[in-house]
């Protein structure tokens, strides 16, 4: 029972390069979500999906792109990385039907810009 | 838009002790509320939620959180705690009872520290 898989733990970036973190759920859930984790700031929210095909943006999406072409998987694309961008990122999945409604997180990818 | 805060972000206990972790929050319809753990290096696992119906939420590991509209508040609070506790607490809301956990607006988080 995987729940939510991110791929990688860790990763070191340049400033400048590109990368995609990988986020695949096996719960057949609808929605969707990326977050960033920085002390003191608790999380927040970048990018969301409602199923396949449907994505729009959190509250810090400036920098990010996501897709979401099948409903197991939502990769987050770093266009060009900032040190500005390291962060622990935490995607979730989440079931939302007859009044019941929870969300369930990957163990998260540690990212470093510099 | 929804807020959350979290009152403290540090609370030392000592082993066996309550605690109560504060969490207030705003917004202008009704949502829904959650308590997450995080271990160290580990992703966030839930403690409990309110959706509707009784107001004290009982929840894992001997956790319990009453939710108090006129307050806005959902503090979580244990009898007796342990050093296996020692964990970062969220405290969470819902975008709204339409999106459900799907966009959820945090606190800035609690530390807790379990002493010996």
């Known amino acids: 029972n995987a729940g939510v898989t991110q791929t990688p733990k860790f990763q070191v970036l340049k400033t400048g390069q590109s990368m995609t973190l990988q986020c695949a759920q096996d719960?057949?859930?609808?929605?969707m979500s990326w977050y960033r984790q920085d002390p003191g700031m608790g999380l927040r929210l970048i990018h969301y999906?409602?199923?396949?095909?449907?994505?729009d943006q959190g509250e810090v999406p400036n920098g990010y792109n996501v897709s979401r072409s099948t409903t197991e998987d939502f990769p987050l694309r770093l266009l060009s990385a900032a040190p500005s961008q390291t962060s622990v990122y935490f995607c979730?999945?989440?079931?939302?039907?007859?009044?019941?409604?929870?969300?369930?997180f990957g163990q998260g990818t540690r990212l470093t810009v510099v | 838009a929804q807020s959350v805060t979290q009152l403290d972000s540090q609370v030392p206990v000592f082993e066996e002790a309550p605690v109560e972790l504060r969490c207030n929050y705003s917004?202008?319809?009704?949502?829904?509320l959650f308590w997450y753990v995080q271990y160290p290096n580990q992703g966030l696992q839930l403690l409990l939620k309110?959706?509707?119906?009784?107001?004290l939420v009982k929840g894992i590991n001997g956790f319990e959180a009453e939710f108090n509209k006129s307050q806005t508040s959902f503090h979580l609070r244990k009898p007796s705690v342990h050093i296996s506790d020692t964990a970062e607490y969220f405290c969470?809301?819902?975008?709204?009872?339409?999106?459900?956990?799907?966009?959820?607006?945090f606190g800035q988080g609690t530390r807790l520290t379990i002493n010996p």
């Open positions: 999906s409602v199923g396949a095909g449907i994505t």
């Open positions: 917004s202008s319809v009704s949502v829904y």
């Open positions: 969470a809301v819902s975008g709204s009872m339409r999106e459900g956990a799907q966009k959820l607006v």
């Open positions: 719960m057949n859930h609808e929605y």
């Open positions: 979730a999945s989440a079931n939302h039907r007859r009044g019941n409604t929870e969300a369930f």
């Open positions: 309110y959706l509707s119906g009784s107001t």
